[in-house]
């Protein structure tokens, strides 16, 4: 994403926790997912909708909020080679990224948080996914810029595969990703399932704004996904 002039609104970003049971259901998963992007976000899908919010069945328990349904369809980790964890830092050094990592979740209305106020500048994990390192694609999103400058991933795009990710635990281990792929997409056509979907080892995803700003809808056209592997770790 490249850095917008002064008095354009800042373009939002996700991150976050994931699941537990690997075989979850395919046309489920697309439509949880959908509940964490933010409509019209720095990383979103644009045409994601959150779902009404949760009523009382006549009689019954009142129906859970969304965070809750995404937690009870996509349980958190069956199976994972490290202890549970949160990323607590970031380093990217072919692109000068050195950041405190802070923990998303989702917003009252279903759409996933991004990083704001004192933490805008810092990258974010969606802790509704697996921690770096446990099986699974841990998502790290971040700003590409804010209407004073550049933000932490405005040079996301320059990746490279084979780029080394340096991801910092809470528990002091400290694992290396490799990047394999640097993508573009147009937020009409966001990849839920290349960035959110099931793998069979711990994967990276880290996820910005990119292409060219759209006036009219106050956002960036296009998103950068990162992939990347684990390479290893201490």
């Not at 084979?162 to 009409?188: I, N, S, W």
Request: contains cysteine; charged residues 20%; proline residues 12%.
């Amino acid at each position: 994403m490249r850095a917008t002039a002064p008095g354009r609104p800042r373009p939002t970003a996700p991150a976050g926790r994931r699941p537990r049971d690997r075989t979850a259901r395919p046309g489920l998963l697309a439509l949880v997912l959908a509940l964490g992007i933010a409509s019209g976000g720095c990383v979103g899908a644009g045409n994601a909708t959150p779902p009404a919010p949760a009523s009382a069945p006549a009689g019954g328990r009142p129906n859970p909020a969304p965070g809750a349904e995404i937690q009870k369809i996509l349980p958190l980790q069956t199976w994972q080679r490290l202890p549970a964890s949160p990323p607590a830092r970031l380093e990217i050094p072919a692109i000068g990224v050195a950041t405190d990592v802070v923990p998303l979740g989702l917003q009252a209305d279903g759409s996933m948080q991004v990083p704001e106020g004192a933490d805008y500048d810092r990258a974010g994990w969606f802790r509704l996914g697996p921690e770096p390192g446990a099986l699974g694609p841990a998502v790290i999103a971040g700003h590409v810029d804010s209407r004073t400058g550049p933000s932490v991933f405005v040079r996301l795009h320059e990746l490279r595969a084979g780029d080394q990710v340096h991801v910092q635990r809470a528990d002091g281990r400290r694992l290396t990703f490799t990047v394999e792929t640097v993508r573009e997409y147009p937020k009409t056509g966001f990849p839920t399932e290349a960035v959110f979907g099931p793998v069979r080892a711990p994967a990276l995803r880290l996820v910005t704004c990119g292409g060219e700003f759209d006036r009219a809808a106050r956002s960036y056209r296009d998103n950068i996904v990162v992939s990347a592997r684990l390479a290893g770790g201490a």
